[in-house]
């Protein structure tokens, strides 16, 4: 299931997916009817719901945020990682009706307590919210991304994790977001860099390239401080 640079597994990796405790019947249950209505493929795959998770319970995340959580399928694995840390995640999503949604299906999921829904514009109620975040994940328009980046870097946690989804299939609709961070735009399903002191670790830097299922990439930048 999981791959360093296409060949070799990953130790660290596996041992934190199979220490990620399974979800309940009735939280698969959720989630399998979320996928089930969502004509419109907002919701991230299975393989990208279960990576987040693993990412934020494997780095400790303890204060989360999600920009664009449609009706809920990400939240709710994002939610789940944040149990076994403690955490706590916000989740925003623009249209009235998909935020609905995210919150009954997030109450469903007996994670209301965890995952508090913001609905409305994202770039209103940001700068009203007080504190940093340790993970950023960002699924929202994207041509919103770079706008995105500039207003969340400054709010990340040294070491916090910035997610962008999307960066492949709709790269060409954030030229301005793919050149800020750098990393390429070929080779990424999902892009992750980690941030030290509100930037995006330079590409010099120790860099570790895991695959997970379709296509689904962490790229890795490591605190020089920690090594």
């Known amino acids: ?25 009735d939280v698969q249950k959720v989630l399998a009817s979320i996928k089930a209505q969502d004509k419109g493929q907002l919701a991230v795959s299975e393989e990208d719901g279960r990576f987040l998770r693993v990412l934020i319970a494997t780095s400790k995340a303890k204060r989360a945020l ?31 009706v998909r ?9 469903r999921a007996g ?13 209103a109620h940001l700068p009203s919210m007080s504190g940093s975040f340790d993970f950023v994940f960002l699924d929202a328009w994207k041509k919103d991304y770079k706008r995105f980046l500039d207003l969340m870097l400054p709010r990340m946690n040294k070491g916090g994790l910035f997610v962008a989804h999307n960066v492949v299939n709709k790269r060409s609709e954030m030229g301005d977001f793919l050149a800020a961070i750098d990393l390429g735009s070929n080779s990424f399903h999902l892009q992750i ?26 790229d890795k930048r490591i605190d020089r401080a920690t090594q």
Not at 72 to 95: K, N, P
Request: proline share 4%.
């Open 111 to 123: 994670l209301a307590d965890i995952v508090t829904v913001v609905p409305g514009d994202a770039f």
């Open 1 to 25: 299931f999981a791959a360093l640079d296409g060949g070799t597994v990953t130790l660290a990796l596996a041992t934190a997916l199979a220490g990620v405790q399974a979800q309940s019947p």
């Open 193 to 218: 860099g980690r941030v030290v002191d509100g930037q995006i670790y330079p590409l010099d830097a120790v860099r570790e390239v895991v695959r997970l299922g379709a296509g689904l990439t962490e």
């Open 66 to 96: 999600e920009i664009g959580g449609a009706s809920g399928y990400s939240a709710i694995w994002i939610g789940l990682g944040l149990r076994e840390t403690g955490g706590a995640l916000v989740t925003m999503e623009y249209d009235p």
């Open 99 to 107: 935020a609905k949604e995210l919150a009954e299906n997030v109450k």
